[in-house]
C-alpha cells in the first residue's frame, strides 16, 4: 500500500471573472464540477480563451490525466480526452513514475473509492475534502503488468455501462422529439392549443415549514418516506438513498404529503427538477424545499410532466428565479404559469408512448451492470480478480 500524495503530483485551477466577458467563449474547455459526469471528459459546458488563463488561477491540464472534485461531486473521476482548464472545485493527479504505476489503474482504484470519499466530505452546506485527505489515500501496487490487466478487465465492463447510458440517451431524445411532434414547443405555442394557468388545472401543497418539521431522532430507518431534493435524478424519482418518518411522525405533520401520481418539484437550489411520484411506497413526505403538485382530471400527469422539464420551461425556470446567494421559485409563480392545453385524448396517446419508452429506459438502466461493475471492482483491489 502506497499514499496516493507520495504517488501524484497535484495542480488545482481557478475561474475567471464571470464579469469580463472578453475572458469566456473562447476555444479552451473549462472544466466544473458540472462536467464530472463520466469516466472520459472530452467537451465541457464552458470554454475560455488565452486571456482568461492568464488572468485567472486555472491551469491548462494534458489531456490523459485524472481529474477529481474536491468540493461538491465528491468521489467522482475522470480523465479528459483533451486539453482543457479547470476551476478552483477542482484537482489534477499527475502521476510521478509511469513505471510505477497505471493511470488506468490508479482512475479505476480512485473510482471504486467514491463512496469512502464522499463520506469524508465536510461542510455545512458544501461539501469538501482536504488535499491532506486526498494525499492520505492508500492505494494497492501489484505489479505494473497486473495493474493493467486489472484495468483492461474494468474498462470493458465500464464499456458495457456506457452502451447502455448511451441506449437510455437515445430513448430520451426520442421521447422528447415526439413530444414536440405532437405539441409543439411549450412556451411559444405554435399549435394554439387553448391556454389555462396551472393553478387552474392542478392543486399545490408545500411541505409542513412549522417548529412540527422533522429532525434529529425523527429520521428512522424505516417507516413513511422523507423524500428529500437529492431522490429527484434527471427528473426521475431516484430513491438509492432513502430516508423515513415514523407513521406517528407522519400523522402530526399537517401537508407535505405525496401521493402516488402526485409531481414533486423542486423549489430551491436547483429550480424546477420534478419527478413523478409512482413506486413502491404508497405515502411520502417532502422537505422543505419542494412542492407537491397535483393534477386534476383535465390534464394528464405525464403530459405535465414532460412540459415542466423540458428545454425551454428549465430556462424560464432559471430566468425567474429568485435570490442572489440560493435561487428559489415560490408557488404563486408556478400558479400562474401558463399551460398550453392539448386534448385529453392527445395527452392520453402521448402518455400510452411515453410510458412505453419508460418502461424500455428502466429495463436498460443496467442495475445489475452497476452491480457487476462494483463487484469486479472491488474484487479486483482485493487481489480476487
Request: proline share 3%; hydrophobic share 40%.
Amino acid at each position: 500500500m502506497v499514499k496516493l500524495g507520495d504517488l501524484v503530483s497535484i495542480k488545482g485551477g481557478g475561474t475567471p471573472s464571470k464579469s469580463d466577458s472578453s475572458f469566456w467563449g473562447g476555444d479552451i474547455p473549462w472544466a466544473s464540477v458540472k462536467d464530472l459526469k463520466g469516466s472520459r471528459i472530452s467537451v465541457t459546458e464552458d470554454t475560455i480563451n488565452d486571456l482568461g488563463v492568464k488572468n485567472s488561477a486555472t491551469n491548462i491540464i494534458p489531456a490523459g490525466t485524472i481529474i477529481t472534485a474536491t468540493r461538491m461531486a465528491l468521489g467522482r473521476f475522470a480523465i479528459n480526452t483533451v486539453d482543457m482548464a479547470i476551476n478552483q472545485d477542482l484537482k489534477a493527479l499527475f502521476v510521478n513514475d509511469h513505471t510505477e504505476i497505471s493511470s488506468d489503474y490508479l482512475f479505476r482504484f480512485l473510482e471504486s473509492k467514491a463512496q469512502y470519499i464522499e463520506g469524508e466530505g465536510k461542510g455545512a452546506t458544501v461539501k469538501g475534502i482536504t488535499l491532506d485527505f486526498l494525499k492520505s489515500i492508500d492505494v494497492p501496487l501489484p505489479p505494473l503488468a497486473e495493474q493493467k490487466r486489472i484495468a483492461a478487465i474494468l474498462d470493458k465492463a465500464d464499456a458495457i455501462r456506457r452502451k447502455r447510458q448511451q441506449a437510455i440517451q437515445l430513448a430520451d431524445d426520442f421521447l422528447r422529439a415526439v413530444f414536440l411532434e405532437m405539441f409543439g414547443d411549450p412556451v411559444t405555442n405554435p399549435k394554439g392549443w387553448g391556454v389555462k394557468t396551472l393553478g387552474e388545472i392542478t392543486t399545490f401543497e408545500n411541505g409542513d415549514r412549522s417548529s412540527n418539521y422533522p429532525s434529529g431522532d425523527e429520521i428512522v430507518q424505516s417507516g413513511v418516506l422523507f423524500l428529500s431534493t437529492k431522490n429527484i435524478v434527471a427528473d426521475a424519482l431516484d430513491l438509492r438513498t432513502k430516508q423515513f418518518i415514523t407513521e406517528e411522525k407522519y400523522n402530526s405533520l399537517s401537508r407535505g404529503k405525496a401521493q402516488k401520481g402526485d409531481l414533486i418539484i423542486t423549489l430551491r437550489g436547483t429550480l424546477g427538477a420534478c419527478c413523478i411520484f409512482d413506486c413502491a411506497y404508497d405515502k411520502a413526505f417532502i422537505n422543505a424545499q419542494m412542492m407537491i403538485i397535483r393534477p386534476t382530471k383535465q390534464v394528464v400527469v405525464g403530459f405535465l410532466h414532460d412540459f415542466l422539464v423540458s428545454g425551454t420551461m428549465k430556462s424560464h425556470f432559471q430566468r425567474i428565479g429568485q435570490g442572489a446567494a440560493v435561487p428559489q421559485l415560490t408557488a404563486k409563480q408556478f400558479k400562474e404559469l401558463l399551460i398550453p392545453l392539448p386534448t385529453l385524448e392527445l395527452q392520453f396517446k402521448y402518455d400510452k408512448i411515453r410510458s412505453f419508452v419508460i418502461s424500455t429506459i428502466e429495463k436498460l438502466s443496467g442495475a445489475e451492470d452497476e452491480k457487476l461493475f462494483n463487484s469486479l471492482s472491488q474484487k479486483a483491489f482485493f487481489g480476487q480478480l
